[in-house]
């Protein structure tokens, strides 16, 4: 079982940055991909990218360049670096966790745990 929550969110002007955090439960943190996904209103669950236990990344293309996500096995945190913060990255900011390498697609599906989510505004 693993449990994660996620902190940092808030309310930035267009071109700041923001730091969000992803604590997570759980003696088998570190071999869980880690993926971090974003919801704006009336839109589906999008995935902005993930990490892998070898501290592997990729991302989408939408945040390519911008966002960078690392983890901390010792804090059992893993983090996302938003730079150059655009209006249309404003959306709830989701950690989650899973156990399987098919989490690497990106699939909301493939991931078994989920935070509750963090807010995140961009005001243009």
């Known amino acids: 079982q693993v449990q994660l929550v996620e902190s940092g969110g808030g309310l930035v002007q267009a071109g700041g940055s923001l730091r969000l955090s992803c604590a997570a439960s759980?003696?088998?943190?570190?071999?869980?991909?880690m993926g971090w996904f974003r919801q704006a209103p009336g839109k589906e669950r999008e995935f902005v990218g993930a990490i892998s236990w070898s501290h592997a990344t990729h991302y989408a293309d939408s945040v390519k360049g911008r966002f960078t996500i690392s983890r901390d096995s010792a804090k059992n945190t893993v983090y996302l670096q938003m730079n150059s913060l655009k209006a249309e990255d404003t959306a709830v900011y989701y950690c989650?966790?899973?156990?399987?390498?098919?989490?690497?697609?990106?699939?909301?599906?493939?991931?078994?745990?989920w935070g509750q989510g963090t807010q995140v505004t961009v005001s243009s």
């Open positions: 989650a966790a899973g156990q399987w390498a098919s989490a690497w697609s990106g699939s909301p599906s493939s991931y078994d745990y």
């Open positions: 759980g003696r088998t943190f570190s071999s869980y991909v």
